[in-house]
């Protein structure tokens, strides 16, 4: 139990850090094109955006899911809470706003593509850089991550 607490509470731990967002949107060409490497870069990292890398290329929000968020909060107690907390550093970044740092794309691929998201999307290369500890991949499948995210919108203030 300790081990996945461990494991599924570091799953967050590169979603926030406070302004990275814009620093990945002022780095993103005009128009939502997705950027692209510079030649002689590692290929892997080629059409990085703030949308990160995995299998989320578009999430749509609606009005705030009151059962999905129920269950995105159980999600993050049990596998999040040990590295992150909503308003203060732990292991891991504040969590409370990171919907507002990130975009949903980039969140749901952080917690469903962790190890190739670190390897290669910038702004996690960065945030890895700030919070040394890899965050270990959560394993939660796409309606899981989709509920925490839910989550997360609901506590944002």
Do not use: W
């Given at each position: 139990m300790r081990a996945t607490l461990i494991i599924g509470g570091a799953t967050l731990l590169l979603l926030?850090?406070?302004?990275?967002?814009?620093?990945?949107?002022?780095?993103?060409?005009?128009?939502?094109?997705?950027?692209?490497?510079?030649?002689?870069g590692d290929p892997a990292q080629a059409g990085t955006?703030?949308?990160?890398?995995g299998p989320i290329k578009k999430v749509t929000l609606g009005p705030l899911d009151e059962k999905m968020a129920a269950k995105g909060k159980a999600?993050?107690?049990t596998?999040?809470?040990?590295?992150?907390?909503?308003?203060?550093?732990?292991?891991?970044?504040?969590?409370?706003d990171v919907?507002?740092?990130?975009?949903?794309?980039?969140?749901?691929?952080?917690v469903l593509n962790t190890?190739?998201?670190?390897?290669?999307?910038?702004?996690a290369k960065r945030l890895e850089a700030e919070f040394p500890l890899k965050m270990p991949s959560p394993d939660l499948n796409e309606k899981q991550a989709r509920d925490l995210l839910e989550y997360l919108r609901s506590v944002a203030k």
């Open positions: 926030a850090g406070g302004g990275m967002l814009e620093n990945a949107r002022a780095q993103q060409p005009a128009g939502n094109e997705q950027m692209t490497e510079e030649p002689g955006s703030d949308l990160g890398i999600l993050f107690q596998h999040c809470s040990v590295c992150h907390a909503l308003d203060q550093r732990k292991v891991g970044p504040a969590l409370r919907t507002k740092q990130r975009t949903p794309e980039f969140i749901m691929n952080m190890s190739d998201m670190e390897r290669h999307d910038p702004t």
